[in-house]
Antibody
Framework: EAQLVESGGGLVKPGGSLRVSCAAS????????MSWVRQAPGKGLEWVSC????????YYADSVRGRFTISRDNAKNSLYLQMNSLRAEDTAVYYC?????????????WGQGTLVTVSS | EIVLTQSPGTLSLSLGERATLSCRAS???????IAWYQQKPGQSPRLLIY???SRATDIPDRFSGSGSGTDFTLTISRLEPEDFAVYHC??????????FGQGTRVEI
């Protein structure tokens, strides 16, 4: 069974940094583009960033470009999001998601999420 | 950038009733890029519909998607207790950003 498990969330002060991770299992990680999607408390979903299987296709939402960096380690079946210069508005649950590919054009597997709280 | 507007914000219905949720795009989009997700309280979203019409794996047939151009609809034919949740539409697009609507809550 395909599974994504996030870790690394926590409380960080404004201006601080944090790296969240996602461990993938149950599918061929190297075959899929992966994304991060976040959800602020009581709010809707916001796509944050994506990376394709060989790192030559990386995109960011305008709200995080220049502050966040997505990366992956295919040998470890892992996805990462390095978050710098964090702001209060970055407070959210961060979900690791699998891009279902051109047949689905949708996110077909979601992790359970990890909460990032930016507060002094 | 495409903006998706979902309506209504909250839909109050009873068990067995039909639910009709709307998702309107700010410009014409390809149906193949419209997806719907269900999110129950305290849970991650789950893919329901992709390509505007196709049900994802293990999704019951009381869920159906329709629409074209700028107007898309998710219909739940007869509400079951487990269907009370928030529903999100998405324009996946040929390239990012992968835009979401603001969500519709279906409540009893």
């Amino acid at each position: 069974e395909a599974q994504l498990v996030e870790s690394g969330g926590g409380l960080v002060k404004p201006g601080g940094s944090l790296r969240v991770s996602c461990a993938a299992s149950g599918f061929t990680f190297t075959s899929y583009t992966m994304s991060w999607v976040r959800q602020a408390p009581g709010k809707g979903l916001e796509w944050v960033s994506c990376i394709n299987s060989n790192d030559n296709y990386i995109y960011y939402a305008d709200s995080v470009r220049g502050r966040f960096t997505i990366s992956r380690d295919n040998a470890k079946n892992s996805l990462y999001l390095q978050m710098n210069s964090l702001r209060a508005e970055d407070t959210a649950v961060y979900y690791c998601v699998r891009d279902g590919g051109w047949l689905l054009n949708a996110f077909d597997i979601w992790g359970q999420g990890t909460l990032v709280t930016v507060s002094s | 950038e495409i903006v998706l507007t979902q309506s209504p914000g909250t839909l109050s219905l009873s068990l067995g009733e039909r639910a009709t949720l709307s998702c309107r795009a700010s410009q014409t989009v390809a149906s193949s890029y419209i997806a719907w997700y269900q999110q129950k309280p305290g849970q991650s979203p789950r893919l329901l519909i992709y390509g505007a019409f196709s049900r994802a794996t293990d999704i019951p047939d009381r869920f159906s998607g329709s629409g074209s151009g700028t107007d898309f609809t998710l219909t739940i034919s007869r509400l079951e207790p487990e269907d009370f949740a928030v529903y999100h539409c998405q324009h996946f697009g040929s390239s990012p950003p992968r835009t979401f609507g603001q969500g519709t809550r279906v409540e009893i």
